[in-house]
């Protein structure tokens, strides 16, 4: 499956966006989904995380009641809502799928665990 990442932006302190990733080639419907980010000079972070049955989301602490992620399987497409955006969120934004297989809870958060990546999108927030 080849994913794209688009959507990101500059943004105000405070303010909101919603960034996409568009999926080709496959379905996703059958695939864990989720958001990492990579800040300049750091590694890549655990975002969020939305299971194949959609009721099922993760969130790192430091975006809980601020994002969202959700997924339309019709659209072959996983959102991110970002809201209440602060300056330390400026990175880039990576959608990544789990095409094989089950992640298991614990290991969600875990890049390695997931084996299709977009290409980024870059959000930058200014204070």
């Known amino acids: 499956v080849q994913l794209q990442a688009f959507g990101g932006g500059l943004v105000q302190a405070g303010g909101f966006l919603r960034i996409s990733c568009a999926a080709s080639?496959?379905?996703?419907?059958?695939?864990?989904m989720a958001w990492f980010r990579q800040a300049p000079g750091k590694e890549r972070d655990f975002v969020a995380a939305?299971?194949?049955?959609?009721?099922?989301?993760r969130y790192v602490d430091s975006v809980k009641g601020r994002f969202a992620i959700s997924r339309d399987n019709a659209k072959n497409t996983v959102y991110l809502q970002m809201n209440s955006l602060k300056p330390e969120d400026t990175a880039v934004y990576y959608c990544?799928?789990?095409?094989?297989?089950?992640?298991?809870?614990?290991?969600?958060?875990?890049?390695?665990?997931?084996?299709?990546w977009g290409q980024g999108t870059q959000v930058t927030v200014s204070s």
């Open positions: 990544a799928a789990k095409t094989g297989g089950w992640i298991m809870t614990s290991q969600v958060k875990e890049p390695s665990r997931y084996d299709s």
């Open positions: 080639g496959r379905t996703i419907s059958d695939y864990d």
């Open positions: 939305i299971r194949r049955s959609e009721s099922s989301t």
